[in-house]
């Protein structure tokens, strides 16, 4: 039984090992625009993203195919770009195990987390109203779904817009010493 706990444990370090340098290398990506003065348009225009899929959600039955596809799809993608920044330039503090995150990336990854937890709370709760009152109306059941699969959509990149937007700027002083510069 030891050997396969000792083997598992190795899995588990090789695994983070690998998190590890996959973050340095994201971490070297885009080192000018690690400062609010970027993140911040990125954090409203990935909530502008998330609000045009929840519109598309609302009135995707009431418009022709091409647009909800046009609306959906067009936020899906410009939403996902910006997602991605923002989660190069925030780090790994909404995709790490704390492990790997040092006193300060913890504890705001503990603030962040716990915003964006009771906010999804309360989105799903909206998609459950929202189901209820369409579930008699023709397409009810997948006008609710619609609107879960957007709500949960935004609420899944609420981290990124919380921290993009509070994120204080970086010590650049640190942020060189981080980058393996010997």
Known sequence: ???QRGR??????????????????????LPGWRDRRHRRPLAVALGAADLVL???ACV???VNDWVFTGLWAGSLV?????????????????GSFSRLLDEREREWRHRVT????????WLMIL???YGLVVARAEDGGIRGAMML???????STLPQIVLGWSLPDDDPDDFAEGMGND
């Not at 598992?8 to 973050?23: F, G, I, N, S, V």
């Not at 716990?114 to 709370?121: C, E």
């Open 78 to 94: 410009f939403g996902g770009v910006v997602f991605t920044l923002l989660r190069i330039l925030t780090g790994r503090m909404t």
């Open 1 to 3: 039984m030891t050997e």
């Open 127 to 129: 998609a459950l109203v």
């Open 54 to 56: 929840i519109c598309g």
């Open 149 to 155: 699969s957007a709500l949960l959509a935004a609420g």
């Open 114 to 121: 716990f915003v964006a937890y009771q906010t999804l709370v």
């Open 60 to 62: 995707f039955t009431l």
């Open 8 to 29: 598992l444990a190795a899995y588990w370090e090789r695994q983070l090992d690998k998190l590890d340098e996959k973050e340095l290398a994201r971490a070297r990506k």
